[in-house]
């Protein structure tokens, strides 16, 4: 199983970016996808999930509104558009998913319930 993230950048505040994640290994339409990020210094935090296709959302409460997760079958791919970006966003982003979003185990927020992760992409936002 292969994650590959891509699309981080460094841009000023209020601005833009859009995050990738391609899945290869895996049945796409059968796995849950995260986004989780990282600041310096900092433990890792939740960001968004969609625990399958065409399924709910779920997002922290410090990007709702201004970020957004999907994800495309065709493509193996989710993606994170990031809007009205903070400097309180700065940190490397991770993408993972998990094998089985069914489990009752499974809890779209904790980055345990997740089997594979990729590198992780830097965002760096200033002010």
């Known amino acids: 199983v292969q994650l590959q993230a891509s699309g981080g950048g460094s841009v000023q505040t209020g601005g833009s970016l859009r995050l990738s994640c391609i899945v290869s290994?895996?049945?796409?339409?059968?796995?849950?996808v995260g986004w989780f990020r990282q600041a310096p210094g900092k433990g890792r935090e939740f960001v968004a999930a969609i625990p399958w296709s065409a399924g709910p959302q779920y997002y922290a409460d410090s990007v709702k509104g201004r970020f957004a997760i999907s994800r495309d079958g065709a493509k193996s791919a989710a993606y994170l558009q990031m809007s009205s970006l903070k400097p309180e966003d700065t940190a490397d982003y991770y993408c993972a998913i998990s094998s089985d979003p069914f489990s009752s185990t499974y809890d779209y927020a904790r980055g345990r319930s997740y089997d594979y992760w990729g590198q992780g992409t830097q965002v760096t936002v200033s002010s």
């Open positions: 290994g895996r049945t796409f339409s059968r796995i849950a």
